[in-house]
């Protein structure tokens, strides 16, 4: 069946753009979650969604950055004026049951590259 | 806090045994388990969710000490496809949404 796709797969953007990240979870899941990794390093947390509603935000490292599921299924994830430590692998994954002591399902993440 | 993995590095010959140990601060109130190939997604492999709970599948198996607030992770009869680095990874409170992986254990099993 259908996993959780990501797009795009790369992106490189200049220092200050703006830039969006999309995240199609497993239909049905109602969990969602976004992740920061940087090269070498394990994931991240940066935020939840159980269906449209962000119950955690805790880990987003700035206020540039904004993650929004309005339908409670495909979200998106935007970074305003792009920095050079932005520059990372951003992975979602989505999960069946409420909260985060169950099975994530990743997808394939969203390389981003800041020039 | 983030867990603490150990080794950080191990390199195998195919049918060599290794075993990864995830070590918390803080309680552990689940623990689950992904490995990741490079370039590629984290994979589930299996979660604990009760102290002294055992679980394997295939020559992959765990254990969690909830006491102890330590994980680990057996790896018998290594293959090929076994490389990779494996995470623990847990929910930073009971009932709670953030999730924390731990350092990670990059493995090589060698033909």
């Known amino acids: 069946g259908a996993g959780v796709s990501q797009s795009p797969r790369y992106k490189v953007a200049k220092r200050g753009q703006d830039v969006a990240l999309r995240c199609d979870p497993i239909s049905g899941h109602v969990s969602l979650f976004w992740y920061q990794q940087a090269l070498g390093q394990g994931p991240e947390f940066l935020t939840y969604?159980?269906?449209?509603?962000?119950?955690?935000k805790s880990g987003l490292p700035s206020d540039r950055f904004f993650a929004e599921r309005p339908e409670g299924s495909v979200s998106t994830l935007k970074i305003q004026r792009t920095q050079q430590e932005d520059s990372a692998v951003y992975l979602c994954a989505s999960s069946l049951e409420l909260g985060s002591s169950y099975e994530q399902y990743f997808g394939p993440g969203t390389r981003l590259t800041v020039t | 806090q983030q867990p603490v993995q150990s080794p950080q590095a191990v390199i195998l010959r195919e049918g060599e045994d290794a075993v990864i140990n995830c070590s918390s601060s803080?309680?552990?109130?689940?623990v689950h388990w992904y490995r990741q190939k490079h370039g590629e997604a984290p994979v589930f492999l299996m979660i604990l969710l009760k102290g002294g709970e055992q679980k394997g599948h295939d020559k992959i198996s765990a254990s969690f000490n909830e006491k102890k607030q330590q994980s680990s992770l057996y790896l018998t009869a290594s293959q090929l496809s076994y490389s990779g680095t494996y995470f623990c990874g847990t929910p930073t409170t009971s009932g709670t949404y953030k999730y924390i992986f731990g350092t990670g254990t990059r493995l090589k099993v060698l033909a």
């Open positions: 803080k309680a552990l109130y689940s």
């Open positions: 969604f159980q269906n449209e509603a962000q119950l955690d």
